[in-house]
T-cell receptor, first 113, second 115 residues
Framework: DAKTTQPPSMDCAEGRAANLPCNHSTISGNEYVYWYRQIHSQGPQYIIHGLKNNETNEMASLIITEDRKSSTLILPHATLRDTAVYYCIVRAAYTGTASKLTFGTGTRLQVTL | NAGVTQTPKFRVLKTGQSMTLLCAQDMNHEYMYWYRQDPGMGLRLIHYSVGEGTTAKGEVPDGYNVSRLKKQNFLLGLESAAPSQTSVYFC??????????????FGPGTRLTVL
């Protein structure tokens, strides 16, 4: 899986958009960008994933640059409950068998009043 | 859909005791996983299963056994618990033939303390 680089921490005011960047300059053509988050003491939560087109779901939007070397996760209206560690992971969508998920150090997002 | 559920949520064991952690998923997923997470560390894969009746070792399998007798359940057993097994255990599932991607969905975790 390609290596990713994320800032260690970010702050965001409640109600504002949280934009979390991720660099993945060595991504290969068949690899997707996945985002997970882990709220303190809870299980990792899948947020969104994409290949090259921008994606949106009920939780977030994912913007992938045209060269696919970086992406941004957008939480449009952050709330205190969005305080968590956010992980950007690059991996093939399906390798043909089960494979472990490897989390890096992620970005610790703190949403404040 | 309940997604992935785990029981129990918390457990305290004495060294040498045994226990079984239960994971259940209602998404008709083929693959199931057991991870452990220690403070300040990432997830480490203990065992996984690619289908009913099959199991395989992950990166830290020693001291654990698993069984997948039913597609929806994946059990993790500790035969003789040791303090080094104090951790938070997460179960995950992924992949269905109807949706062939490996997005993993996690349970809420079991916090285990071995004294």
């Amino acid at each position: 899986d390609a290596k990713t680089t994320q800032p260690p921490s970010m702050d965001c005011a409640e109600g504002r958009a949280a934009n979390l960047p991720c660099n993945h300059s060595t991504i290969s053509g068949n690899e997707y960008v996945y985002w997970y988050r882990q709220i303190h003491s809870q299980g990792p939560q899948y947020i969104i994933h994409g290949l090259k087109n921008n994606e949106t779901n009920e939780m977030a939007s994912l913007i992938i640059t045209e060269d696919r070397k970086s992406s941004t996760l957008i939480l449009p209206h952050a709330t205190l409950r969005d305080t968590a560690v956010y992980y950007c992971i690059v991996r093939a969508a399906y390798t043909g068998t089960a494979s472990k998920l490897t989390f890096g150090t992620g970005t610790r997002l703190q949403v404040t009043l | 859909n309940a997604g992935v559920t785990q029981t129990p949520k918390f457990r305290v064991l004495k060294t040498g005791q045994s226990m079984t952690l239960l994971c259940a998923q209602d998404m008709n997923h083929e693959y199931m996983y057991w991870y452990r997470q220690d403070p300040g560390m990432g997830l480490r894969l203990i065992h996984y299963s690619v289908g009913e009746g099959t199991t395989a070792k992950g990166e830290v399998p020693d001291g654990y056994n698993v069984s997948r007798l039913k597609k929806q359940n994946f059990l993790l057993g500790l035969e003789s618990a040791a303090p080094s097994q104090t951790s938070v255990y997460f179960c995950a599932s992924s992949y269905s033939k109807a949706r062939p991607t490996d997005t993993q969905y996690f349970g809420p975790g079991t916090r285990l303390t071995v004294l």
